[in-house]
């Protein structure tokens, strides 16, 4: 056999590779094809390719790893049966751009299913290479290593910390900086995922010098990185008071209210939330966002979206209004009960309809003047209605019972609470009949000394006498009915 013949077979060979892993490739892209490929041992198959002399291969075997561990938890424990993961690592950090990307992505994709499988990830060893990935010169292989760290982070408290203790925080903050849209996008978000979970892994965020950068990018014109950066800012500013001041310090307003006029819904949403996660902390917080015409946008943002999206408005409202009764007023000037309850009537969701209850009842709670503002806005027989509707959610009873209790307690404006008498249950009447038990007491009493004729004595008297009888009607209520 001449040397021609030789080389002949190992070229043969080397094609025949080429075109099983390109074939599997293609038809891993394809969801329905997963479980055959499974069944007919690709992973045992593709795992040696890894390794091949040929850097296409190895790239577009660790694609099909990926693409496979991607669709599904069984599929990705696969990967890590198949005692490939400590493969990829070791070659993380030794081939080139396009092989690092295929394995981060690998990385990623076994990692998002679970905590268990993020765990696996982390064992192996993923964590430091893909940090020292994200000091790559390659913009694609940050953004890849960027993905699967925020993919392990997002899980808990415990993976996040791996990911902090990877040193890769300070290099996340520089990949913000990058000019590459997409790497500050996934950058961005990564710092989300891991500052969500405790106050303390928040802080190692803010140490690093994050919020600066992030509150810079509140007016970049993509929409993507708008969502990520609103999301991390809102995750930082949620744990405490003095993180939430370190974001307001950033000086976020009046910028961020801009958010809520976007065309696009999640920057709305985004944008909502982080006010809603300042505004929750103090009235002092509070009053600084109703300064700065925070209310009056998040009021304008609720009329002009639906669904999911009103719903951190609804709930910044409700804290904004709970903290005092200046504060409540606010909303009320604000006109920021018509909104509310147009969300009360017009959503489906019980979730949405809670949190529109709740919110009334936060700002109806503190004086007859607050509560009588509600009452006008014929609020009351719909609280009253969804609260004894079969069909309304646990959560949705609940909140709408406190909110009727809270306005009700403070209720003076009878003809409001006229409507409820016929079909209030004993619960509910109690507060009823002691509002109307209240006023004809006082009236009672001013009559009882205003100088007049005879007739007016008489009038008081049935007065009185009408007072009693509701008061005989309180206390029985109150003896047999518990709130």
């Known amino acids: 056999m001449s040397q021609r013949q030789v080389l002949q077979v190992f070229e043969q060979y080397q094609r025949a590779r080429t075109q099983f892993v390109q074939a599997v490739a293609e038809l891993s892209a394809r969801p329905h094809n997963a479980d055959s490929l499974r069944s007919a041992g690709v992973m045992s198959l593709l795992r040696p390719l890894l390794l091949d002399v040929v850097p296409t291969i190895q790239q577009t075997a660790a694609l099909a790893l990926g693409r496979l561990a991607n669709y599904n938890d069984d599929l990705a424990e696969a990967v890590v049966k198949g005692d490939i993961l400590p493969q990829l690592v070791c070659s993380l950090s030794e081939q080139n751009r396009f092989y690092k990307k295929a394995a981060a992505f690998v990385l990623r994709a076994v990692g998002k299913h679970s905590p268990q499988l993020a765990q696996a990830v982390v064992q192996c060893g993923a964590l430091e290479s893909l940090a020292i990935c994200l000091e790559d010169f390659d913009p694609g292989v940050k953004e890849a290593a960027a993905w699967a760290l925020g993919y392990i982070a ?82 930082i500013a949620k744990h405490s008071v003095d993180l939430a001041e370190l974001v307001v310090e950033a000086e976020i307003f009046p910028v961020v209210l801009t958010c809520l006029k976007d065309s696009d819904e999640y920057v709305k949403k985004n944008g909502a939330t982080l006010i809603r996660e300042i505004a929750k902390h103090t009235p002092e917080l509070s009053q ?187 206390a029985v209520l109150e003896g047999g009915v518990t709130t």
């Open 154 to 235: 997002r899980h808990n408290s415990e993976l996040s910390q791996a990911v902090v203790d990877a040193g890769a925080v300070p290099l996340l903050v520089l990949c913000i900086q990058e000019p590459e849209i997409a790497l500050k996008r996934i950058a961005a978000s990564t710092l989300s995922d891991i500052s969500k979970h405790s106050p303390e892994l928040a802080q190692t965020v803010v140490d690093a010098g994050a919020i600066a950068h992030l509150a810079q990018m509140i007016l970049n014109p993509d929409a993507k990185l708008k969502r990520q950066v609103l999301s991390a800012l809102s995750q």
């Open 288 to 474: 600084f966002i109703v300064n700065a015409g925070g209310v009056a946008a998040v009021i304008d943002c609720i009329g002009s979206c639906r669904g999911t999206v009103r719903l951190p408005g609804i709930m910044m409202l409700g804290y904004v209004a709970a903290h005092s009764e200046n504060l409540s007023m606010a909303v009320i000037v604000s006109k920021g009960i018509p909104p509310l309850c147009t969300c009360l009537v017009e959503e489906q969701e019980d979730h949405l309809k809670a949190a529109a209850a709740w919110a009334l009842g936060q700002v109806g709670r503190h004086t007859p003047e607050h509560a009588r503002a509600v009452a006008v806005a014929n609020v009351l027989p719909t609280l009253l209605s969804m609260y004894m509707d079969t069909h309304s959610s646990e959560d949705l009873q609940l909140k709408t019972k406190r909110a009727l209790k809270n306005i009700l307690q403070k209720c003076t404006y009878l003809p409001a609470l006229e409507p409820l008498l016929q079909d209030a249950p004993p619960n509910i009447m109690k507060h009823i009949v002691g509002q109307f038990s209240k006023s004809l007491f006082q009236e009672t009493f001013l009559l009882s000394i205003l100088p007049g004729s005879h007739g007016v004595e008489e009038e008081g008297r049935e007065r009185a006498i009408s007072c009693l009888l509701a008061s005989s009607s309180l």
